[in-house]
């Protein structure tokens, strides 16, 4: 996972053998590389130079420890796994984010978890605004013997998820996983929309949607701050997957979606196969994102 931030904070070691201020400015100048943020990115570097002056380190390595334990430290509040509740049949899942995140795939890969776990679904082709997420999804479906619910392009997206909730109620389905769109003509179109779509359940079930997952690409770095920041003012996001963090993403936004939400991340995608959408660990991140911190 993030192995770009691996790449610069890994061989910063091995150049910078000296417990100095050298270090400290490479390490900053990392962590900023990868997206981690100004903000969390000054927090890290302050403190790691306030315990550097009070000479807690003995050398570089004790502080490449010291740092790999105040990065797991952002993360381990938000590394919080997704619990369907067997209680809420079915348990709704209404899933966000911009066009080109890899929102529907994430669906099929989580559709494919669920099954494999022996739940029963259903999906609910909630972006109508383009006809291939729908394709997509129905194809899915079809592969793998999982009911689709789909009204034609241009529907309306709070029907569609209105008739997924009462055909996976009447069944009693354990899960539903609602698409809804990453674009319209106006944003604010957008986020009226997913705003009526959770109204719209609620309707049917008071306490649905049970989760409003949203899909961050890990690549896009700070800009994944304001997507999340509307979105959340629109839908009141529970839970975050952060997708493309295969080698080539920076990754680091990461720690900055959990300094400024707190919004827990419940999935990392590392890769195309349904495997590679893996629970969220704070500690596997970090250590690979500091390969050379395992031996440490």
Same mark, same amino acid.
């Given at each position: 996972?993030?192995?770009?931030?691996?790449?610069?904070?890994?061989?910063?070691?091995?150049?910078?053998?000296?417990?100095?201020?050298?270090?400290?400015?490479?390490?900053?100048?990392?962590?900023?590389?990868?997206?981690?943020?100004?903000?969390?990115?000054?927090?890290?570097?302050?403190?790691?130079?306030?315990? #550097?002056?009070?000479?807690?380190?003995?050398?570089?390595?004790? &502080?490449?420890?010291?740092?790999?334990?105040?990065? !797991?430290?952002?993360?381990?509040?938000?590394?919080?796994?997704?619990?369907?509740?067997?209680?809420?049949?079915?348990?709704?899942?209404?899933? !966000?984010?911009?066009?080109?995140?890899?929102?529907?795939?994430?669906?099929?890969?989580?559709?494919?978890?669920?099954?494999?776990?022996?739940?029963?679904? #259903?999906?609910?082709?909630?972006? +109508?605004?383009?006809?291939?997420?729908?394709?997509? &999804?129905?194809?899915?479906?079809?592969?793998?013997? *999982?009911?689709? *619910?789909?009204?034609?392009?241009?529907?309306?997206?709070?029907?569609?998820?209105?008739?997924?909730?009462?055909?996976?109620?009447?069944? /009693?389905?354990?899960?539903?996983?609602?698409?809804?769109?990453?674009?319209?003509? +106006?944003?604010?179109?957008?986020?009226? =929309?997913?705003?009526?779509?959770?109204? !719209?359940?609620?309707?049917?079930?008071?306490?649905?949607?049970?989760?409003?997952?949203?899909?961050?690409?890990?690549?896009?770095?700070?800009?994944?701050?304001?997507?999340?920041?509307?979105?959340?003012?629109?839908?009141?996001?529970?839970?975050? !997957?952060?997708?493309?963090?295969?080698?080539?993403?920076?990754?680091?936004? *990461?720690?900055?979606?959990?300094?400024?939400?707190?919004?827990?991340?419940?999935?990392?995608?590392? /890769? =195309?196969?349904? =495997?590679?959408?893996? *629970?969220?660990?704070?500690?596997?991140?970090?250590?690979?994102?500091?390969?050379?911190? &395992?031996?440490?």
């Amino acid at each position: 996972m993030g192995s770009g931030i691996a790449r610069g904070l890994g061989g910063l070691f091995a150049r910078n053998p000296r417990l100095d201020d050298d270090l400290l400015d490479a390490i900053e100048t990392a962590l900023l590389t990868a997206d981690v943020g100004v903000t969390a990115t000054t927090g890290l570097v302050e403190s790691l130079r306030r315990r #550097m002056k009070a000479r807690e380190f003995a050398d570089a390595a004790a &502080l490449r420890t010291a740092l790999r334990g105040e990065l !797991v430290a952002i993360l381990e509040p938000v590394a919080r796994p997704l619990v369907i509740d067997p209680a809420a049949k079915p348990f709704v899942i209404l899933t !966000v984010g911009v066009n080109g995140v890899g929102k529907t795939t994430t669906i099929g890969k989580l559709a494919r978890r669920f099954k494999d776990e022996g739940k029963s679904l #259903m999906l609910a082709a909630g972006d +109508t605004f383009r006809a291939a997420a729908v394709a997509q &999804l129905q194809a899915w479906g079809e592969r793998n013997g *999982v009911a689709v *619910v789909a009204q034609g392009q241009d529907a309306d997206a709070a029907s569609v998820a209105f008739d997924a909730l009462q055909a996976a109620r009447a069944r /009693g389905t354990d899960v539903l996983i609602a698409d809804t769109a990453g674009r319209l003509h +106006t944003q604010q179109g957008l986020m009226a =929309e997913l705003s009526k779509i959770k109204r !719209v359940l609620g309707k049917l079930d008071g306490s649905a949607p049970h989760e409003v997952l949203m899909v961050i690409d890990g690549t896009t770095g700070q800009n994944a701050l304001s997507q999340l920041r509307h979105f959340h003012q629109a839908a009141d996001v529970t839970g975050l !997957v952060v997708t493309k963090l295969d080698g080539t993403a920076k990754g680091g936004v *990461v720690f900055a979606l959990a300094r400024e939400f707190g919004i827990p991340i419940r999935f990392a995608g590392i /890769g =195309e196969r349904p =495997e590679d959408l893996r *629970v969220f660990d704070a500690e596997a991140f970090v250590d690979a994102l500091l390969p050379e911190a &395992l031996g440490a």
